[in-house]
């Protein structure tokens, strides 16, 4: 059985930084398509970060710069590192992983909130 179990949301003032993490169980992160998406009411989910197996990294144009997808072998976690937080950048953010043949994974989400 895979769960994914986001942490780290919070409120943070503009300016501000944040890092998600995502404990995953039944999925191996090291060898798995992961990535980060966020959705805000009324709009769809939008990736906003991947990370493939062999380590290769894309951002939505809108964070790149800004946030940073990484996973923990040992720990078998993923992790955001959110830089220079903006006010559009409120949302709930959610784990995602792949598992070819069997599977598309979602965690619960954590909610963001950049507000003064």
């Known amino acids: 059985q895979v769960q994914l179990v986001e942490s780290g949301g919070g409120l943070v003032q503009p300016g501000g930084s944040l890092r998600l993490s995502c404990a995953a169980s039944g999925i191996i992160v090291s060898v798995s398509y992961m990535a980060w998406y966020r959705q805000t009411p009324g709009k769809q989910r939008e990736r906003v970060a991947e990370?493939?197996?062999?380590?290769?990294?894309n951002y939505a144009d809108s964070v790149k710069g800004r946030f940073t997808i990484s996973r923990d072998n040992y720990r078998n976690t993923l992790s955001l590192q959110m830089n220079s937080l903006k006010s559009e950048d409120t949302a709930v953010y959610y784990c995602?992983?792949?598992?070819?043949?069997?599977?598309?994974?979602w965690g619960q989400g954590t909610q963001v909130t950049v507000s003064t």
């Open positions: 995602n992983g792949i598992i070819p043949a069997q599977g598309d994974y």
């Open positions: 990370i493939y197996a062999g380590g290769k990294t």
